[in-house]
């Protein structure tokens, strides 16, 4: 049973550019969210799609946006890159209905030069 | 509004040790609970999680938590510290119908040989 995948696994960019990265959940799961972890610090939410739909947001500019395909797998875009958005990227899996926990994927990290 | 706090950001238990890592937690609705742990360049696992059953909860590599309303506490325990258990931990809450997670700020674990 293949748990949650990310790619790339390690990305650099330069301040201005645009970043996407990518994630499919664990098989049988629907819902995904993705978290920024600065470094030395705990995880911060950034949204939640589920049903191709953002569902919640967290304290994050427009510019981070996000995609859900009707495979459940998703995409996390972020535009105009700022050196502050230099992070490990996580994506986290779950179940709608009926499940408390989200299974997370090994995360990307994105340097922003 | 939910919030997890963390005492401790370095703990150092000799091995063969008890382990105790601390979390208390700000929830104006019952939360849910989960503790995660995350090795080096890697995601983050699921150690165990209350969902208002039992209020002391097993999870896997030896670890336990106890769920204290009174004490809006959740610390994690393990009775043996292994080498293998350095790593560092977060405690997380949610509620019903709020899907995001909020983290503490984590607590590294160093076992002494």
């Known amino acids: 049973d293949a748990g949650v995948t990310q790619s790339p696994t390690h990305l650099i960019k330069t301040r201005g550019q645009q970043v996407t990265l990518r994630c499919s959940p664990k098989?049988?799961?629907?819902?995904v969210s993705w978290y920024q972890q600065a470094l030395g610090q705990g995880p911060q939410f950034i949204f939640q799609?589920?049903?191709?739909?953002?569902?919640q947001r967290g304290n994050f500019p427009d510019r981070f946006s996000g995609h859900q395909f009707p495979n459940y797998s998703s995409e996390l875009n972020v535009n105009a890159l700022l050196l502050g958005d230099s992070a490990l990227y996580l994506c986290a899996s779950s179940l709608r209905q009926g499940a408390y926990e989200q299974y997370f994927g090994p995360g990307t990290r994105l340097t922003v030069t | 509004a939910q919030s997890v706090t963390q005492l401790g950001s370095h703990v150092s238990v000799s091995e063969g040790a008890l382990v105790l890592l601390r979390c208390n937690y700000s929830s104006s609705v019952p939360p849910y609970l989960f503790w995660y742990v995350q090795y080096p360049n890697q995601g983050l696992q699921l150690l165990l999680k209350y969902t208002s059953a039992a209020t002391l909860v097993k999870g896997i590599n030896g670890f336990e938590a106890e769920f204290k309303k009174s004490e809006t506490s959740f610390h994690l325990t393990k009775p043996s510290a292994h080498m293998s258990d350095a790593a560092e931990y977060f405690c997380?809450?949610?509620?019903?119908?709020?899907?995001?997670?909020?983290f503490g700020t984590g607590t590294r674990l160093t076992i002494i040989p």
């Open positions: 799609y589920y049903e191709e739909e953002e569902r």
């Open positions: 098989s049988g799961h629907d819902t």
């Open positions: 997380a809450v949610r509620t019903f119908g709020n899907e995001k997670l909020t």
